[in-house]
Nanobody, 124 residues
Framework: QVQLVESGGGLVQAGGSLRLSCAASGLTFSSYGMGWFRQAPGKEREFVATISWTGRSTYYADSVKGRFTISRADAENTVYLQMNSLKPEDTAVYYC?????????????????WGQGTQVTVSS
């Protein structure tokens, strides 16, 4: 079956960096657009970043633009989220998701498969 497994979360001070990874299995990874979403306590899940199935196009939420970078390594069936200049408001559970043939999908219902999430906590 399809599995998406996130890793790389943790506790970091404001201004620091983290790199999240999402390893996919059970699907033809190169056919899927990949996205990252996050959910903070008491808030709805929100879009963070997405990369097309070709890897040539990306799109970011305004709140992370210029600080976060999404990338993919199809040979490793993995998508990454490099997070720099982290702020306390970035604290959330981060989820990766896969959308078949997805092209810069920004809405959660467009994604078929989801990981279990990884916690990112940014202290001030």
């Amino acid at each position: 079956q399809v599995q998406l497994v996130e890793s790389g979360g943790g506790l970091v001070q404001a201004g620091g960096s983290l790199r999240l990874s999402c390893a996919a299995s059970g699907l033809t990874f190169s056919s899927y657009g990949m996205g990252w979403f996050r959910q903070a306590p008491g808030k709805e899940r929100e879009f963070v970043a997405t990369i097309s199935w070709t890897g040539r196009s990306t799109y970011y939420a305004d709140s992370v633009k210029g600080r976060f970078t999404i990338s993919r390594a199809d040979a490793e069936n993995t998508v990454y989220l490099q997070m720099n200049s982290l702020k306390p408001e970035d604290t959330a559970v981060y989820y990766c998701a896969a959308a078949y043939g997805g092209y810069l999908s920004r809405q959660a219902p467009e994604y078929t498969y989801w990981g279990q999430g990884t916690q990112v906590t940014v202290s001030s």
